[in-house]
């Protein structure tokens, strides 16, 4: 267990050296009112430098971190985000600047702002984007708002949202608090969506169908050209998760395959690092009629090369998050699309594909892959057959950390028992994938013959197996 300050201190040891003050003690006594004169000694740890910072720099350790290891949290995208966007997002002209200056003085961070914007709309297809949003979820939700008005703004009373049974659980959730009715569809045994099923809900009630391509499967919508006319036909919109952009970049676009709507997770598919709640961003894309819904502010170019906000959008739902967004994370976004361009956006999904494809390929000789041979950026294994030696892929993923690797992500999507689902992301080389298919070799094996060793891991991190429930509602963050 990690030893606290106090017990690290030594009488003595100093690791600092200041001046000696040039203020009386008398006039100290003076000039601070009595009440806050110190009556005892402040009792601090004593510790000479290097025994403070080998201290934090251990502390700092005890998260695991895309830095030090491979992180496979399937629909997460933990890639390796390059140091530089982080570099260029606090560069002293941008860090240093307050919500609050006039809009003359921050051109450079709107013209910025306005370009990723462009440039998303470019990658995504889609008329027009707006940076507000905090998060996916937030995204999601601020959608729904939009597709709320636009009905509104036509007098069409549609209150029910279409969403598959393989969706990520915002997608109902933000559905719901929008006020809209969830419609469930179940996907085929391939994951993927029946066109038939979803023309038996298209009812003139439902506004809008919210559809993850590829989804949380890793499978690409064969049907979606279809779903998306006989949508829009019914006069219902199709809104895209974006979660899973680093699929598609530069291979096919929302817009084109008919999506009206959809969020992006900058902080997924453009790299900020996350985890833990944040930090986000979930700008939101919408096509032409959509347009007037916008959250206010939007970012305005004059024929004068002068940016602006523009407050003056009568049908707008307003604002939906302080200021204009998460502007450090935006920045790295746009550090990130400008480094890499057209062309290496693209690369970006290809190796992302190729990487998750290369894994499946040779993990699915051990553990059943229900979606097929083939996979996008991510794909799901069932940790099923293990059951027999009474083991669950809880006890894999935790034996995993014992190997010093992240787990992927567990019992999700719900639509696979015992599921796995791994997204290796395009910044791994080949020898750290093979590495990974290792030690999940070894775990099976050890599955197989020494359960135990499964049932009773976590043994080498920080802390061994917690009680989840209580580690979330009662967490102990100090000793
Ligand atoms: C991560 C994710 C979300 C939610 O995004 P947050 O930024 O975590 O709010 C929604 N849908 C899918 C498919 C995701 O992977």
Known sequence: MEKLLNELSHQGQTGYSVPETDVPEKDLTELIPEKYQRKSELNLPELSEPVLRRHFTRLSQLNYAQSTNFYPLGSCTMKYNPPINEKISSLPGLKNLHPYQPQGTVQGLLEIMHTLEKNLCEICGMDSFTLQPAAGAHGEFTGLLIIRAYFNSRNEKRHKIIVPDSAHGTNPASAALAGFEILPVKSEQNGILSLQKIKELLTQDVAALMLTVPNTLGVFEKDILEIADAAHKNGTLLYYDGANLNALMGITRPGDLGFDLMHINLHKTFSTPHGGGGPGSGPIGVKKPLEPFLPVPGIEKNNKNEFRF?????QTIGKVRSFYG????????????ESLGREGLKKTSEQAVINANYLLSILKEKLPAPAGNRCFHEFVLSGKPLVENNVRTLDVAKRLLDYGFYAPTIYFPLIVEEALMIEPTETETKAALDDFVKILFKIIEEAQNDPGLLKNAPQNTP???????EAARKPILHW
């Open 326 to 337: 998460n502007v450090p994370v935006i920045l790295k976004a746009a550090a990130y699309v």
């Open 463 to 469: 802390v061994s197996r917690l009680n989840e429930v």
């Open 310 to 314: 523009n407050y003056e959008k009568p």
